[in-house]
């Protein structure tokens, strides 16, 4: 019993010591934190894919008609045309003729609001042309998205400050070191915040405790 009472302050003395010699690194005085901010960009433009499927000898009218939007959307060009021949299997054997043939061409363009989305839409039925338009994401006029980036990247530095605040010892001062910007990729992928019309910016901050 008495040899059992001697062992107990010799266990707990080398407890002690190795506790005060776990090493110490210089990354145990950093926090690392990942600053986010989130907004909606329902004012936000409109890419858009504007394609003609149909007989050979409407192709000139579509075309013209797009030659003339071209005043007013600028970035429209033409990215694909091609010129199929639409043969049936009832006809084999017959002679083939040119309304046999259909054509497909396809248009690349941005708009700035919805107004000229509707607009495009409205002229192509009235003039009763078949057509396909597809939204592909949203659009936002250069110069304004930089603006918009530079607000969203202060508000990220925002956030991450506050976690900085939270996750030091009782208030403890500390100093920026580093900010990086992240990719803004989520697990669905960067087309899912293109269609649901918003932005994200996600920075990683170092901080060094003072």
């Known amino acids: 019993m008495k040899k059992q009472k001697m062992l107990l302050p010799a266990l707990l003395l080398g407890l002690g010591l190795m506790v005060s010699c776990t090493p110490y690194t210089e990354e145990d005085n950093y926090l690392e934190v990942i600053g986010e ?95 396909n338009l597809n939204v592909m994401g949203t659009f936002i006029d250069p110069a304004r998205k930089v603006k918009l980036q530079h607000t969203m990247m202060q508000k990220a530095l925002e956030n991450a400050k506050a976690k900085l605040a939270l996750m030091s010892d009782e208030g403890k001062d500390y100093e920026i070191v580093s900010v990086e910007e992240l990719d803004n990729t989520t697990p669905y992928g960067p087309e899912y915040d293109d269609f649901n019309r918003r932005m994200i910016t996600r920075l990683k901050v170092k901080a060094k405790l003072q």
Do not use: C, H
Request: glycine content about 4%; cysteine-free; proline content about 5%.
């Open 37 to 131: 901010y989130e907004q909606q960009t329902p004012e936000a433009g409109y890419r858009l894919n504007l394609s003609y499927n149909g007989p050979v000898e409407l192709r000139d009218k579509f075309t013209a008609w797009a030659d003339s939007m071209k005043k007013e959307v600028p970035s429209m060009v033409k990215s694909n045309e091609n010129i199929y021949l639409n043969y049936m299997p009832e006809q084999m054997g017959k002679k083939i003729s040119k309304d046999m043939y259909q054509t497909s061409v396809t248009y690349l363009l941005t708009v700035n609001d919805s107004a000229m989305y509707s607009n495009i839409t409205q002229d192509l039925l009235k003039k009763n042309l078949p057509f």
